[in-house]
Nanobody
Framework: QVHLEESGGGSVQAGGSLRLACTNSGTSNKYSCLAWFRQAPGKRREGVAAINSDGTDQFYADSVKGRFTISQDTSENTVLLQMDNLEPEDSAAYFC???WGCGDAWEEEVRYRYWGQGTQVTVSS
């Protein structure tokens, strides 16, 4: 069983930073791709970043390239999302998700089998 839990959300002013963590507290590691998605009120859920299980490949949405960094802490079974230079447009509920295989389809949310409950990020101007 895979059980994903997000942490690290909060409120910050524009230009500030937050670090989100996604930890698998379940008994199974049956996935090879972990991703972060976000959803703002009235908008579709969108992919933010993804990383494969050995950390060798990272994928980013164009809107966050150069500002967000996804990484793994394998000792803690955790994937981190470091968010710098935050903008009000980054305000959303952030979710982590897991599936087999990253690659070009990493942003397709329907391919993800496991999801966390989400954590809120609010950026004020």
């Amino acid at each position: 069983q895979v059980h994903l839990e997000e942490s690290g959300g909060g409120s910050v002013q524009a230009g500030g930073s937050l670090r989100l963590a996604c930890t698998n507290s379940g008994t199974s590691n049956k996935y090879s791709c972990l991703a972060w998605f976000r959803q703002a009120p009235g908008k579709r859920r969108e992919g933010v970043a993804a990383i494969n299980s050995d950390g060798t490949d990272q994928f980013y949405a164009d809107s966050v390239k150069g500002r967000f960094t996804i990484s793994q802490d394998t000792s803690e079974n955790t994937v981190l999302l470091q968010m710098d230079n935050l903008e009000p447009e980054d305000s959303a509920a952030y979710f982590c998700a897991a599936k087999w295989g990253c690659g070009d389809a990493w942003e397709e949310e329907v391919r993800y089998r496991y999801w966390g409950q989400g954590t809120q990020v609010t950026v004020s101007s």
